[in-house]
């Protein structure tokens, strides 16, 4: 067989390649993203997605959708304006979720025996699927910064409240009033990690009463789309074959 | 000879491989802390601890012990490390292979940050319940913002048992019982399997169908708008929908089951009592100190004077939690770690009874591998040459006063 020639001989053949190529770059995909997407998150949210003792009301719900909107922002631009494929935020996020549950359960709970109540991820599914499926109805980068990067901030904490909210139950404790959550943070001892590394209700938002869980979502969704305008452009520029000479093609 | 020169090569690769799958095999436990890297001044001029004790050796899984002592809080505190204005009780194990049940300086609970005064000596007490088996190293340890940890003596404690025993219960302020070890763990895990239940779901949707290859010819040939149909938009419009409404539906059970939620609980606690002590009579004034790097020594030239009204003797030189007795005056029954021990560690020129009034220079030597071994000698590397500790003074009755130095060092290489 020459280099000119067609590798496969029949229609049958080319649809089998294809779908093998198909599985190749969606596994390989899964997980480059999963390692990358898992870094990034780790060294720009690290500790507000270890512990539970971190999953305050104002910082948290703040930080966490705007450093993790990222990674989704560059694949869905490579994979919706390549492929026209609403599966890039998804795609990143369960990746990362892979990525984390296997270190928490591997790491944190089975290496230094942190409880996996105490040290689980947050939940960032919802947000990637209302971001995906809006880039699919759209159809336009401008809509789902907007709409979308707004859902991902807002819809952070109603998405993780299921799950933190047994932790957050007072307790009395020795004479003082804890969480769980807390609780869990005085017991199981990180020596590396004292408490007044906790970033937990500082800032000035003081105005709005208890309430503060939704001004704080708010504000993380405007800058959720700003980051995501940001990051959707470097995923296209990522997802550019200006770097192959025409000769290679 | 070819034969014996394949036969040697085999072997040898053979050999290396066992040497390091062996090597795999052999991962001893890292028990302690790194305690001894940490710069020596750090541990000789900021906290230093005294009167510690560890309430067991052997503790099994669910009981509990403490560690207890005080800590003097450095009033010539390194201008290199924050004030401890902002500081945390710690303690320092591998880990949480204890739960730490209490902690408390000068009788009030500090499961929060604290802020220190310099100059004063505080009491303070952890108590530890038993969590994971195995041989430990525990210390004591302060955290100080902008300082790091400050971490204090230790002494290995053996925890007997199985984890599987063990249980945290904690009543809530809502009546419920639970145990924090498992509480809630189920609801972790059926949450994020259903969320991602439902991302797997849409990629299934998407990736049942030819993906790559054939879409990007699509897209090249102008034919974008044919790879999103009517039925995917339909589709992906349940989805959100379907988000939509499992988020709200969640949001309102979760609400109804936990109608009663605080918010995490953070703060600062000041006005922390430290011990009232009475002044010092006995005053010292230090004319110089050299550390003699080859005799793993630490000599001073002490002018004191009893202001009192009893003879006292120097018994204990302790800094860095290293402590050096005067055997003639003090022996330690309190069962203190071996190797921060030197209990004939401490040689004075003229240790006789110092009389209420009398002034007298000595000669004081620090001597023991200790230097080497907690690697104090490398404050001769520090940026700021000096030395500090704690000088313990008795009299006849055995009673004790303490006095800080703080001094330039300067190292002796011949």
Request: glycine share 8%; proline share 5%.
């Amino acid at each position: 067989m020459s280099a000119s020639q067609s590798a496969v001989r029949s229609r049958a053949e080319a649809v089998a390649v294809s779908r093998t190529f198909d599985w190749m770059i969606l596994f390989t995909l899964f997980f480059v993203v999963l390692g990358g997407y898992h870094i990034h998150y780790m060294l720009t949210g690290g500790d507000w997605d270890f512990w539970a003792d971190w999953k305050d009301r104002r910082l948290w719900v703040t930080v966490a959708p705007i450093v993790s909107i990222t990674f989704p922002a560059a694949v869905q631009a490579c994979l919706w304006w390549r492929y026209r494929l609403p599966i890039g935020a998804t795609l990143c996020v369960l990746g990362l979720l892979l990525g984390e549950w296997i270190n928490r359960y591997l790491n944190f709970w089975g290496w230094t025996y942190f409880p996996v109540n105490f040290c689980f991820p947050s939940q960032l599914i919802p947000g990637a699927i209302m971001l995906d499926v809006i880039l699919m109805l759209g159809g336009s980068m401008t809509l789902t910064a907007v709409v979308g990067g707004l859902s991902w901030g807002l819809v952070f904490y109603p998405g993780n409240w299921p799950v933190i909210a047994p932790l957050h139950v007072p307790v009395e404790y020795n004479g003082m009033m804890f969480t769980l959550a807390d609780l869990q943070g005085y017991h199981y001892v990180r020596t590396g990690t004292p408490e007044y590394i906790r970033m937990v209700e500082k800032g000035t938002l003081r105005t709005f009463g208890k309430d503060v869980a939704p001004v704080s979502a708010f504000f993380s969704g405007f800058v959720c789309i700003i980051i995501y305008f940001l990051w959707h452009f470097f995923g296209k520029w990522f997802a550019k074959t200006d770097f192959i000479s025409d000769e290679d093609l | 000879m070819k034969l014996i020169k394949d036969k040697v090569a085999k072997l040898s690769f053979v050999a290396l491989l066992i040497t390091m799958t062996a090597a795999m095999f052999y991962t001893p436990t890292a028990s302690a802390h790194g305690e001894k890297s940490q710069a020596a001044f750090m541990r000789m001029r900021t906290i230093h601890w005294f009167d510690m004790n560890w309430s067991k050796e052997e503790v099994a899984i669910n009981d509990t012990m403490s560690i207890s002592g005080k800590f003097h809080v450095f009033a010539g505190w390194p201008e290199t490390v924050d004030k401890p204005e902002v500081s945390f009780l710690n303690v320092g194990i591998p880990g949480p292979v204890f739960i730490r049940a209490g902690s408390w300086i000068g009788g009030q609970l500090v499961p929060r940050s604290v802020s220190l005064e310099l100059g004063e000596t505080y009491d303070f007490k952890v108590l530890l319940r038993a969590r994971r088996p195995g041989e430990w190293h525990v210390h004591s340890m302060m955290n100080v913002e902008g300082g790091g940890p400050i971490i204090g003596p230790g002494k290995w404690v053996t925890i007997t048992g199985s984890m599987s025993e063990f249980t945290n219960p904690i009543t809530t302020l809502t009546g419920e019982t639970i145990d924090l070890e498992h509480y809630a763990l189920d609801n972790v895990y059926f949450w994020h399997a259903i969320w991602y239940a439902i991302g797997v779901a849409w990629m299934v949707f998407w990736a049942r169908r030819p993906m790559f290859i054939p879409r990007h010819i699509a897209m090249a040939s102008g034919k974008a708008d044919t790879l999103i149909s009517s039925s995917d938009k339909k589709v992906g419009v349940a989805f959100l929908l379907g988000t939509v409404l499992l988020l709200g539906g969640a949001m309102g059970a979760t609400n109804d089951k936990f109608p009663i939620t605080t918010p995490l609980q953070a703060g600062l606690m000041r006005g922390i009592k430290w011990i009232e002590t009475p002044a010092a009579t006995v005053s010292v004034k230090v004319e110089d100190a050299s550390y003699r790097v080859p005799g793993r020594a630490m000599q001073m030239t002490l002018t004191i004077t009893n202001n009192g009204d009893s003879a006292v003797r120097l018994g204990e030189f302790n800094t860095a939690s290293v402590r050096f007795l005067d055997a003639d005056v003090l022996e330690d029954e309190t069962g203190y770690p071996d190797d921060l021990l030197a209990e004939e560690g401490l040689t004075v020129s003229d240790n006789s009874p110092l009389a209420p009034g009398e002034t007298r220079t000595i000669e004081v030597t620090a001597s023991d591998a200790a230097w080497e071994v907690y690697r104090l000698a490398d404050l001769i590397y520090d940026p700021d040459s000096r030395f500090a500790g704690l000088l313990f003074f008795f009299d006849e009755e055995g009673n004790r006063q303490m006095t800080m130095v703080d001094a330039p060092l300067i190292p002796v290489f011949i």
